[in-house]
């Protein structure tokens, strides 16, 4: 696709509910990147893949979140059993290359808000 | 651990230079600057690599100084499209440090008025 394209762009969800977000990558990009970003604040790293390979989940808060990419392209994110400190804009980013972080390519974003 | 960006807002008059610094504590590979703007997606500006490397932007450029482990970057003769905030984007060089992780600093807001 012509850019990174997250869905839903806006997310609301009760509290107890599992929720998954979806990231559609520019095509042909090996890296993708999960970050959560807080208002007022710069995004903070989640997890990241190289093709269908997660290299890093260190970011991932607990357990309740994970990730997944099984092609190598599209990304699912997945929150279970929600809580209000969720509530946050997830980004998703993706590069072309792999190895070192080269130009990354941010989407518009989920807005997610847990009631 | 996150880097420390200074100052946290800036307001300029177009044409007006101002300078955001960008402060690890630990020894890095690369630095990221990137911009955004209300309501959009945080936007590639440029990647330093190696120490007192400087690179540019327009009238944006930025240097690296990988001893101090520190980053400026530039705002030259500002217009009024550099409002937004900048983000900087570290990436570590120690053997605990996995490739791709990106770990960003807070932000500057620059607002650039006529």
């Known amino acids: 696709g012509a850019g990174v394209s997250q869905s839903p762009r806006y997310k609301v969800t009760k509290r107890g509910q599992d929720v998954a977000l979806r990231c559609d990558p520019i095509?042909?990009?090996?890296?993708l990147y999960w970050y959560r970003q807080a208002l007022g604040q710069g995004p903070e790293f989640l997890t990241y893949?190289?093709?269908?390979?997660?290299?890093?989940k260190s970011g991932l808060p607990n357990d309740r979140f994970s990730a997944e990419r099984p092609e190598g392209s599209i990304s699912t994110l997945t929150i279970q059993r929600t809580e209000q400190r969720d509530s946050a804009m997830y980004r998703c980013?993706?590069?072309?290359?792999?190895?070192?972080?080269?130009?990354?390519?941010f989407g518009q974003g989920t807005r997610l808000t847990v009631v | 651990q996150q880097p420390v960006q200074s100052p946290q807002a800036v307001i300029l008059r177009e044409g007006e230079d101002a300078v955001i610094n960008c402060s690890s504590s630990?020894?890095?590979?690369?630095v990221h600057w990137y911009r955004q703007k209300h309501g959009e997606a945080p936007v590639f500006l440029m990647i330093?690599?190696?120490?007192?490397e400087q690179k540019g932007h327009e009238k944006i450029s930025a240097s690296f100084n990988e001893k101090k482990q520190q980053s400026s970057l530039y705002l030259t003769a500002s217009q009024l499209s550099y409002s937004g905030t900048y983000f900087c984007?570290?990436?570590?060089?120690?053997?605990?440090?996995?490739?791709?992780?990106?770990?960003f600093g807070a932000g500057t807001q620059v607002v650039v008025t006529p």
């Open positions: 984007g570290t990436e570590g060089r120690g053997t605990t440090d996995s490739w791709g992780k990106l770990q």
């Open positions: 980013a993706s590069s072309l290359f792999q190895g070192r972080v080269t130009e990354a390519f």
């Open positions: 095509s042909g990009h090996v890296s």
């Open positions: 630990k020894a890095l590979y690369s």
């Open positions: 893949f190289n093709y269908e390979a997660q290299q890093d």
């Open positions: 330093l690599l190696k120490g007192g």
